[in-house]
């Protein structure tokens, strides 16, 4: 029996209000990914490559069209209803990392868990701290640790509830090449150890064809979709 | 000069951007300045309508005070070759309500000099002997055909009675103003007697209520029957009058004599009033009094101070409300020092690209220096114009209820001093992070967030910060007429301060030292607490303030009131029973004796007199301590024993022999001779009733007010003075429940006898306390507003942080729910801790007022635990969570594309 997409994506609408007038950000855009997979969205700046992100994520709701995570229709879920399912299914990396400045290292990585009631969180988090190679740093505040290891601790804190689906949008957007490549290293490396599908938001083409399946994103619609060794 | 320009220029640049990052700067300084400026303009307002309404509240340009006896008819003929004059009689009276079909027919055989006792317009000045009661009792007998007791159909048609303040005038009164009276009618023609045996008397409505009387009822007071005419709605001098224990009633003079109640020895205050020509002056008849009345010890009062008692009132309310406006601006000040540090964070690019572009420190300074002051200028004048306009608003809404005539209008002196308060806390409060920033330099600033600078400024702008605050406190302490009061005042609000602070920096380091909590939601909240740019330390010492003043208020408040309620009523008596006659006593006694259950009975001699001499030295002349010159100023009432009064405890020498006739000895209050500089063996001469009495000091003693027992600062030793004519002075003790059997009884039989029941005192002086301390909560509340500004101020300025971190927490799972008890944790815990706090800095104040000023020991109150520290928690959660909402309602795609 084969199992439920990860994500499935149904004619997505999305139209966003500005002061110049409503833009329609996402136009029609069906997907379906399947578990385990690893797909790139390459795309231009402002082609709605977050937006697809945060719709497929939970994040925000289509104007139109249906979204399905981990087999759950999200489309009409309640904004704490997608929180837990999040928490449940879901582990996001974003470019600026987004720490919480107050929290040490091990208690960002931690947060997720604590959220979901698990038990063990502390040390679970400690274990992933050691995956992404900064057990040393587990008592460091983020202001002081550098971007590649507040990426690698945002890294392990988005896969340490073992998600179905690891989002990343531009992971490495803000890292030297360096940095990056180690951090992108790990970023193919624990979800495939995990069987953790990978959707990666990048405009970097190197990177994409890491993935085994490559969408472009142009002006809201798909334009492409096709295999890695095919792109 | 020229940078001096250029900043100027520089910061009219940055003023366009308007009030944004200034609004609680802008409305902290409003709050403070309008504080002060609405209460220098009250009191002013009514300051000067007391001023300009003196003669008509005095009831004449000069008013002769005397007690128990008239003017001497040389006296009397003094005060009218200077103008108009007008004459009133006052005392306490009991009233008793008649059934309107009985009308007793008053004493018949009235003494013909019953109403002219002693001095009353006869006796020559410089007689020494006292006068001597008439062999027939001046009043009715007790029990005869005529008397002034009820006889048994009399006491049926008595329904119910009560203590007046009884005032009897003259045909002159008022000589100033006009009375008003309900319905409106003719004063004089309202408290005529006409033919008949019944007199007209005006009182007031809570007389008519108390006795279920309306107008057209008949009441008795003494031996006659008087019929309420109107009900007095306005008497144009009452103010000057002082603390009324009853309703007051005015009958005519005539009216009073045909009372009987008049007497020597009965506890009388005389006013001769006089209307002056315009152009008399009132210096110029003191000193004329003084030099024609050389011994008589005349008091004479003036329109100039006509209520001095309430003139002081309002000046030292308006000290303590200006302070409480001060403190208001500190602690406004403080969320203004905040905003000025938070806006100066927003401007830190700015700030390091002008000096990459070669702007030195100072230019840097003055340009949001002058940016600043600009705005503390425009908000220093909206809150002079508020504070000016506040008045008017409460003369339009509350203006027939302020028992005191107000001149509302705009003064001047009060808003210039609020406009320079309002200057002078900005500036204060605005150079040190000014001085911050102009230290920094612009690679430090783009870093500052991560690793703040712990630079604090140079010495000369720190220093001028200083003298900011300083000229605060000796311009407040200039125009204070109560300097030690507000020096204290300043001190404890800078030392409370001072110490939030240093609280607010332990807590912090404490909760960094912490084991982190095993739960996310207090990790978080205790977190939060302690990070970089946290509202912890501005809500502690600015709120915290706020709340400790109220603590302090009603830790006091409290304190006061079981004093008054709860010591009082233990020791003290049930009743005071005032005038009694020595022809009454022993049935007086027998009264009394037929409770059992009356305890601690007294009865004592009272006479009225007073000090005119220490140790030789004219009282006007003789050094005496300012906490003793009280016994200087007018009549006292004195006593005498022949033995040891119970429960006296001498401090210095011994008691006279109980068969001592010789020359007079004196028993004084030790403190009073402390005061007054007096020993054991010194003289101190007593004028009662026109005649001197020297008497040597025999021994000195503790009197002890708070027992509210009898008690007599001076006791003569018999021989002489209980010679001269007095009444009786009676306390007892009695369980509750044979209190109102004893009021009855007595007054049924002694309806001369005036009697205070201790209990509607205390009531009544409650009533009032609690009225005060309503008003000093109230505000109070102005100084927690300003620290709720601060509150709100300290959120809102971490409110970006929130805002992040609640997209965060929600984008890996956190719900709503979550999020908001992480918040609602936080505010919790620190509201909670600032109101613990401000518990422990209002304890600590009102302890030091309680013994220092009240010598007794403070109360602590639930109400003030409630109050301060589940009010402070529940205020900084509902401002905390009402600012914070946005950051849980926002939706996280929403954040994350501006993150």
Known sequence: MQAAPAIVLDNVHLNLSSSAGPVNVLRGVSLSIGAGESVALLGPSGSGKSSLLMIAAGLEKPTSGKASLAGSDITNLGEDALARLRRETVGIVFQSFHLIATMTALENVALPLEFARADHAFERAREELARVGLSARAHHYPGQLSGGEQQRVALARAMVARPRVLFADEPTGNLDTETGSEVAELLFALPARANTTLFLVTHEVTLARRCARILRLKDGAILSDTRADAA | ?899
């Open chain 2, 1 to 899: 000069m020229k940078s001096l320009l250029l900043a100027w220029r520089l910061a009219r640049r940055e003023l366009r951007s308007g009030l944004a990052g200034f609004r609680i700067f802008f409305a902290s300084l409003v709050l403070g300045v309008a504080a002060i400026a609405a209460v220098g303009s009250l009191a002013d307002a009514l300051l000067t309508g007391l001023a300009d309404n003196g003669r008509v509240l005095l009831g004449g340009d000069v008013a002769i005070v005397s007690v128990n006896q008239p003017l001497t008819a040389a006296e009397r003929g003094f005060a009218e070759s200077y103008g108009k004059i007008s004459q009133t009689i006052s005392m306490r009276a009991m009233a008793y309500a008649l059934a309107s079909s009985d009308t007793p027919r008053p004493c018949l055989s009235w003494p013909a000099n019953a109403g002219h006792p002693g001095r009353f317009g006869t006796e020559p000045e410089k007689k020494v002997k006292f006068p001597r009661p008439s062999p027939e009792p001046s009043r009715c007998h007790l029990g005869g055909p005529h008397s002034l007791a009820m006889t048994s159909d009399f006491q049926k048609s008595v329904t119910e009675r009560t203590l007046v303040e009884l005032k009897a005038v003259d045909a002159n009164y008022p000589l100033y103003g006009s009375m008003g009276l309900a319905p409106r009618r003719n004063f004089s023609a309202s408290l005529a007697c006409g033919g008949g045996d019944i007199c007209g008397a005006v009182a007031e409505q809570t007389l008519l209520d108390r006795l279920h009387l309306a107008p057209g009822g008949l009441l008795r007071i003494g031996a006659q029957t008087f019929r309420v005419s109107a009900v007095l709605t306005d008497e144009p001098d009452r103010l000057s009058g002082g603390f009324s224990l009853g309703p007051h009633v005015i009958v005519s003079t005539a009216a009073l004599r045909r009372t009987g109640l008049v007497t020597l020895g009965s506890l009388i205050e005389y006013k001769t009033r006089v209307r002056l020509p315009a152009n008399a002056s009132i210096a110029a008849f003191k000193r004329a009094a003084k030099a024609r009345f050389p011994g008589a010890g005349l008091q004479i009062r003036d329109r100039d101070h006509a209520a001095p008692g309430i003139d002081r009132f309002i000046k030292q309310i308006s000290v303590f409300l200006t302070l409480v406006g001060l403190t208001a601006l500190a602690i406004g000040g403080v969320g203004a020092g905040q905003a000025v540090h938070a806006f100066l964070d927003r401007k830190r690019e700015e700030i390091a690209t002008l000096k990459a572009l070669g702007a030195d420190g100072m230019l840097v300074f003055l340009t949001f220096f002058l940016q600043v002051m600009s705005i503390a200028a425009l908000a220093s004048a909206a809150g002079t114009t508020a504070g000016a306009a506040l008045p008017f608003a409460v003369e339009r809404l509350y203006g027939a209820e302020i028992p005191v005539p107000a001149n509302f209008g705009l003064f001047a002196p009060p808003l210039l001093l609020a406009f320079v308060f309002g200057m002078l806390s900005a500036a204060a409060f605005a150079i040190p992070p000014l001085a911050r920033a102009r230290e920094i330099a612009p690679a430090s600033l783009f870093r500052d967030l991560v690793a703040p600078t712990r630079t604090r400024g140079r010495f000369p702008y720190l220093a001028a910060a200083g003298c900011a605050g300083l000229l605060i406190v000796a311009l407040a302490l200039a125009v204070s007429p109560s300097f030690s009061f507000s020096l204290w005042f300043l001190a404890c609000a800078g030392g409370g301060l001072i110490a939030l602070s240093l609280a607010a920096a332990g807590f912090r380091w404490v909760i960094r030292r912490l084991p982190p909590a095993s739960r996310p939601a207090p990790r978080l909240a205790l977190a939060n607490l302690t990070r970089p740019g946290s509202a912890t330390t501005a809500v502690i010492t600015a709120l915290g303030l706020g709340l400790s003043l109220l603590a302090t208020v009603t830790i006091l408040d409290r304190t006061i009131s079981a004093q008054v309620n709860g010591s009082l009523p233990g020791t003290a008596p049930s009743f005071y029973f005032i005038d009694i006659q020595p022809a009454e006593a022993a049935a007086f006694d027998r009264t009394i004796a037929r409770f059992a259950s009356g305890r601690d009975y007294r009865r004592t001699p009272m006479i009225r007199g007073r000090i005119v001499a220490l140790a030789g030295i004219p009282a006007s002349r003789a050094k005496v301590a300012r906490d003793a010159r009280w016994a200087l100023a007018g009549d006292r009432g004195i006593t005498y024993a022949a033995v040891e009064p119970k429960d006296t405890v001498l401090t210095a020498g011994r008691w006279w022999p109980t068969t001592y006739r010789g020359q007079t000895r004196i028993s004084l209050d030790s403190d009073l001779a402390h005061g007054m500089g007096l020993r054991i063996g010194d003289t101190m001469t007593l004028n009662v009733l026109g005649r001197d009495i020297e008497g040597r000091i025999a021994n000195l003693r503790d009197v002890d007010f708070s027992t509210g027992r009898q008690n007599f600062v001076v006791i003569l030793s018999p021989g002489i003075i209980d010679k001269a004519p007095h009444s009786f002075l009676a306390t007892v003790r009695v369980p509750p429940r044979d209190e109102e059997p004893m009021y009855r009884a007595v007054t049924n039989r002694f309806p001369s006898v005036s009697v205070v029941r201790v209990k509607d005192v205390i009531a009544e002086l409650d009533q009032l306390l609690q009225k005060l301390a309503f008003g000093v909560r109230a505000a109070s509340l102005v100084a927690i507003l300003a620290g709720l500004l601060v509150l709100a101020g300290a959120i809102a300025a971490g409110l970006r942080a929130r805002l992040y971190d609640s997209t965060i927490m929600k984008v890996i799972g956190a719900t709503r729910l979550q999020i908001a008890l992480v918040y609602a944790l936080e505010y919790i815990l620190l509201g909670a801790l600032t109101g613990a706090l401000a518990l422990g800095a209002g304890t600590a104040a009102a302890s030091l007022v309680a013994h220092r000023v009240f010598e007794i020991s403070p109360v602590l109150d639930w109400g003030a635990l409630i109050l301060t520290v589940a009010g402070g928690a529940t205020l900084t959660l509902a401002f905390g969570l009402a600012i914070t909402w946005g950051a849980l309602a926002t939706r996280p795609a929403q954040q994350l594309r501006n993150l």
